[in-house]
């Protein structure tokens, strides 16, 4: 499908997508129309109405060669933006994984047992995007490698799309995709040291004034590696923020 000139792709966003305060905005840097004004244009569309504090249940299948390798059921709490306390198990086993925006620590019994430097792809797209400043997420974005002066039109599972980073036919360079009718992002594709990670998001439904997508599939080099199906979630009306303290691990309750 044919690159659309940056003018026409802004204009269509504007004019279909947006409300009026934000297609004014918008308009006055259609020039300068890239991935960039995409982000800018996602932020705005939800701007001071999208859900920062939630909560989730939700089932984690893992594969190997393309066969189920095992199941467990994990709880999540989430603090947008960049926060997500990950528990297996009663949380009184110490067994979790606490994201903090730039890295994961990862604990067994309440000791910390690994920590791993990270860019979370699906996290800053799929949710911070919403609620942090549009520069921080352009910064997270460049971080994972795309290229953020490509921006194209596509098709997305029947649905409309834009596409950022990557050529019609690319499945291995950097890209980020998003539906168009919502502004929603359905794919993040990056590479990490094991491979090409990509990350499809689907079966979206509401939360709050915002979504949420209650089916994620990750693949590494093509193949199916993790699949997640939220089974619960619900808003947190006050978050303990003891959740995701890393240097004290909670290892009591009550949850959220």
Aim: aromatic letters at 8%; glycine letters at 8%.
């Amino acid at each position: 499908m044919q690159t659309l000139k940056p003018c026409a792709v802004l204009a269509l966003a504007s004019s279909l997508l947006l409300p009026c305060e934000v297609r004014a905005e918008i308009r006055l840097r259609v020039a300068s129309a890239d991935g960039r004004e995409l982000v800018k244009a996602m932020h705005a569309r939800y701007a001071g109405r999208w859900y920062r504090d939630f909560m989730l249940v939700q089932d984690v299948t893992r594969y190997r060669d393309g066969q189920e390798e095992g199941r467990e059921r994990v709880t999540e709490y989430i603090s947008l933006p960049g926060r997500v306390r990950a528990i297996t198990g009663p949380i009184e086993d110490g067994k979790a994984e606490i994201y903090d925006g730039t890295a994961f620590r990862v604990y067994e019994k309440g000791r910390l047992t690994r920590q791993v430097e990270y860019v979370h792809g699906v996290l800053h797209l799929g949710f911070d995007v919403y609620v942090q400043e549009p520069e921080r997420t352009i910064a997270q974005v460049e971080a994972l490698g795309i290229d953020l002066s490509h921006l194209r039109e596509a098709e997305w599972k029947g649905k409309p799309a834009w596409v950022v980073g990557a050529a019609a036919g690319d499945e291995t360079t950097p890209q980020f995709w998003v539906e168009k009718e919502r502004l929603l992002c359905t794919r993040v594709l990056w590479k990490r040291p094991t491979g090409v990670l990509d990350v499809e998001m689907g079966r979206f439904e509401p939360l709050g004034e915002g979504w949420i997508a209650t089916e994620l599939v990750f693949k590494r080099d093509g193949r199916t590696v993790i699949r997640e199906d939220y089974v619960t979630f619900r808003l947190v009306d006050r978050m303990d923020a003891a959740l995701f303290d890393t240097t004290t691990l909670k290892t009591n309750g009550p949850l959220p």
